[in-house]
C-alpha cells in the first residue's frame, strides 16, 4: 500500500512516520506550504523550522521527501472564504475548510492518483462495517479533532488514516521523546491553519479593512462604545471589546446596521439559546440511513465535551434542539454531529441565523 503522509513539523504529525513504519509502510512524506510567505506584511511563518524538522525525520526514516506548495490554491479556496465569510458578518472557520479543500482537497487532486492512503496526525479514527467507511472519535477526548473533519467528502474519508488516533496525547509526546524526536517539546500549534504566527485580527484588517460601529448593551439599548468593524467579533466573544466595568459579552451582531450587542456579567440568559438553526447537513457517509436521525451528540466549537440535544428536520428547516441552553452560538461557524454514545462523528451544518 502506497502512503502519502502528511507531515507538518509537529509533534503529532512528526510521530505517525515511526508509527507507519512499525506497521510495515514506507510511507513518502510531503510537506504542505501554505502560508502567506510572499505577503510582505506576514513573514513570520515558521516554515523555514517547519521543513527542518520534516526533512530530519525523513532522513531518520529512510522516507522521501517532497514539499508541495499550494499557496495559490489556499489563497482561491480557504483564504478567499474566510475573507468572503468575514464580509458578511458572519463568523468562518478556516480549519474545517482548510482539511476540505487542501489538505484532502487540493492534495489529494495533484498527488492523490500515486498514493492508496493519507496519513495524517489529526486526533481521529476510522472503522469499516459493511456499509462503508465512518469517521470515529479518538481515544483521547480531550484532544479529539473530528471536530475539524465534520466537513470532507466521503471519498476523502476512504482515503485517510489516522495513526495516532488510539493514543492520548502524552503517550504520543512519550512516543516523541523517546525517538528523540526534534519536535518532541515542540508546543502544539495555537494559530488558525493558514496564519501560523499571524495575528488573525492584522490579518483580516489588512484584507478586510475597518468599518466603525456602535456597541450598545442589549438590555438598555445604551451606547457604550465603538468598535473597528463587525467582522473583528464573534458571539460569546469576551476579550478585545475595550469597555470598562465589565465583564462585557458580545451576544449579538446586527449585520445590517453595523452594531455589535453586548452584556454585562458572565451568563447573561441573551447570551444563551437552545436552537441552532443550521443549512447545507452534510452527512459524511452517505450509505447508511439517517433519515430518521433524532438524537444526536453536538459540538458547535472544538471542544472537550459533547453536548445532547435532537436533530430537528421539517417544514421549517434545519435545527439542533438542545437539551441545555448553551451560549457562543456564531453564525457561519460548524455544529457538528455525532451519535449518543460519542463514537461516530456523523456530519456537520453550517450555524445559520435565526430565522
Known sequence: MKIAALVSG???????????????????????????ENEDAFMDCPSEEDIEITTWIAKKYGCKMDIIDLQEEYWSTVVKYTLDTVKSGLTPN????CNLLIKFGAFNDRMGKDFDKIATGHYASTYENDEGVFLGTAKDRV???TYFL????????????FPIGHLQKEEVRKLAVEMKLPSAHRPDSQGICFLGKINYTDFIRKYVGEQPGKIV?????????????????TIGQRRG???GGGPWFVVNKDIQENVVYVS???????????????????ILNPNH???NLSDIKFKIRHQPAFETGRLVRDDQGIRIISEKTISGIAPGQFAVIYDREEKTCIGSGVIALKP
Do not use: A, C
Not at 478556516?94 to 475548510?97: H, K, L, N, S, T
Not at 470532507?152 to 488514516?161: E, F, G, H, P, S
Not at 454585562?264 to 452534510?282: A, E, M, V
Open 94 to 97: 478556516p480549519d474545517i475548510m
Open 143 to 145: 484532544k479529539d479533532q
Open 150 to 161: 465534520g466537513q470532507i467528502t466521503y471519498d476523502q474519508l476512504k482515503k485517510v488514516m
Open 10 to 36: 509537529g509533534v503529532d504529525s512528526s510521530v505517525t512516520i515511526p508509527l507507519l513504519k512499525e506497521q510495515g509502510y514506507d510511507p513518502h512524506i510531503f510537506y504542505i506550504k501554505i502560508g502567506m
Open 264 to 282: 454585562n456579567g458572565y451568563d447573561p440568559i441573551s447570551q444563551y439559546d437552545d436552537t441552532i438553526w443550521l443549512h447545507d447537513l452534510h
Open 289 to 291: 440511513d439517517y433519515s
Open 217 to 233: 448593551e442589549l438590555e438598555t439599548g445604551k451606547v457604550l462604545g465603538e468598535h473597528k468593524g463587525i467582522w473583528f467579533h
Open 241 to 243: 471589546l475595550r469597555l
